[in-house]
């Protein structure tokens, strides 16, 4: 996912309990630069009622690997058990690709072979060029 204008995904969670209710549901996130070695879990904020929504923010520049779950109490003060994999993850890149620049044009008499980068914090899905402005 890229978001360039919010740095937030908005995140909505459904607790049930058909017989004290739900008292609090608490959201629980951990972040992975590379998706293998993961930070520890930190929870991110606590709400009250059945259908809490979190607007989980992103810190700039943070983009990543994000995995999340909820833990809910109800009012008998029974808690669900932490986790050691989250219900949901998803990856948050905030950063454009950087682009090349070119200072001069090239002329060349021959078909010319030359190579170009393009560099991503993340992995690169399409890349596009136009020889001569043209659009296609």
């Given at each position: 996912?890229?978001?360039?204008?919010?740095?937030?995904?908005?995140?909505t969670?459904?607790?049930?309990?058909?017989?004290?209710?739900?008292?609090?549901?608490?959201?629980?996130?951990?972040?992975?630069?590379?998706?293998?070695?993961?930070?520890?879990?930190?929870?991110?904020?606590?709400?009250?009622?059945?259908?809490?929504?979190?607007?989980?923010?992103?810190?700039?520049?943070?983009?990543?690997?994000?995995?999340?779950?909820?833990?809910?109490?109800?009012?008998?003060?029974?808690?669900?058990?932490?986790?050691?994999?989250?219900?949901?993850?998803?990856?948050f890149?905030?950063?454009?690709?950087?682009?090349?620049?070119?200072?001069?044009?090239?002329?060349?008499?021959?078909?010319?072979?030359?190579?170009?980068?393009?560099?991503?914090?993340?992995?690169?899905?399409?890349?596009?060029?136009?020889?001569?402005?043209?659009?296609?």
């Open positions: 996912m890229y978001n360039s204008e919010d740095e937030h995904v908005i995140i969670a459904i607790a049930k309990d058909d017989i004290s209710g739900i008292l609090k549901v608490e959201l629980w996130y951990r972040y992975s630069n590379d998706n293998i070695i993961w930070g520890d879990w930190d929870i991110f904020e606590e709400k009250n009622g059945t259908t809490p929504t979190w607007e989980f923010t992103v810190k700039k520049g943070k983009g990543g690997f994000y995995e999340l779950y909820t833990i809910a109490e109800d009012y008998a003060h029974n808690v669900e058990d932490k986790k050691e994999k989250g219900d949901v993850s998803f990856i890149d905030p950063n454009l690709p950087t682009m090349p620049k070119f200072t001069e044009p090239y002329f060349f008499n021959t078909t010319a072979e030359f190579s170009i980068e393009f560099t991503d914090d993340f992995l690169l899905d399409t890349i596009e060029y136009r020889p001569n402005f043209e659009t296609e």
